[in-house]
T-cell receptor
Framework: GAVVSQHPSWVICKSGTSVKIECRSL??????MFWYRQFPKQSLMLMAT?????????EQGIEKDKFLINHASLTLSTLTVTSAHPEDSSFYIC??????????????FGNGTRLTVT | KNEVEQSPQNLTAQEGEFITINCSYS?????LHWLQQHPGGGIVSLFM???GKKKHGRLIATINIQEKHSSLHITASHPRDSAVYIC???????????FGKGTHLIIQP
């Protein structure tokens, strides 16, 4: 079945450094991927929609210069947390639909990345 | 924006019990997702349904579009069913989803 691979699964970094998280669709092409953030005991919150070959669409309150998204190919989207601070510590997870533009097509999630900024 | 409410927030049950988790939403939708989040954080899509009922193994999902309500049932529950179960509906950005806060389920042996 369709699989989305996310890497790394966890990362610890120092405040002020940047961290890149990769999300790959392994056996299907994903022109659109979604990035979510989840704080402890909270629900998943959509951060941005990653569009292959064009700029990402960010949700209100998400700084585009802070969370850089690149979707350079049909199977890879990356999220870079720039100048990370302890408040960026969270669980980041990506997802992609098997059929692009079809709201009712199956949604596949990566296993998530737990980011800890010290 | 669609508001999603799940209940209960936490549920502890004994192995073998029949489990029901509820989800209500505020705006009409085309489909609803039930997701399972494992303790490590990974998420698995269990069901996507737009009407009626779907069954997969010991899991059953139902939806009532008119009442804007869905339920997830687990029959003959097992400790490995312990996870967070999340209801999600379209909204929250282009083709994105709005998620419920999840139901933390613990099945004790």
């Amino acid at each position: 079945g369709a699989v989305v691979s996310q890497h790394p699964s966890w990362v610890i970094c120092k405040s002020g450094t940047s961290v890149k998280i990769e999300c790959r669709s392994l056996d299907f092409q994903a022109t659109t991927m979604f990035w979510y953030r989840q704080f402890p005991k909270q629900s998943l919150m959509l951060m941005a929609t990653s569009n292959e070959g064009s700029k990402a669409t960010y949700e209100q309150g998400i700084e585009k210069d802070k969370f850089l998204i690149n979707h350079a190919s049909l199977t890879l989207s990356t999220l870079t947390v720039t100048s990370a601070h302890p408040e960026d510590s969270s669980f980041y997870i990506c997802s992609a639909r098997e059929e692009q533009g079809a709201a009712n097509s199956p949604l596949h999630f990566g296993n998530g990345t737990r980011l800890t900024v010290t | 924006k669609n508001e999603v409410e799940q209940s209960p927030q936490n549920l502890t049950a004994q192995e073998g019990e029949f489990i029901t988790i509820n989800c209500s939403y505020s705006v009409g939708i085309s489909a609803l997702h039930w997701l399972q989040q494992h303790p490590g954080g990974g998420i698995v899509s269990l069901f996507m349904l737009s009407s009626g009922k779907k069954k997969h193994g010991r899991l059953i999902a139902t939806i009532n579009i008119q009442e804007k309500h869905s339920s997830l049932h687990i029959t003959a529950s097992h400790p490995r069913d312990s996870a967070v179960y999340i209801c999600a509906v379209p909204g929250g950005g282009a083709d994105g989803l709005t998620f419920g806060k999840g139901t933390h389920l613990i099945i004790q042996p």
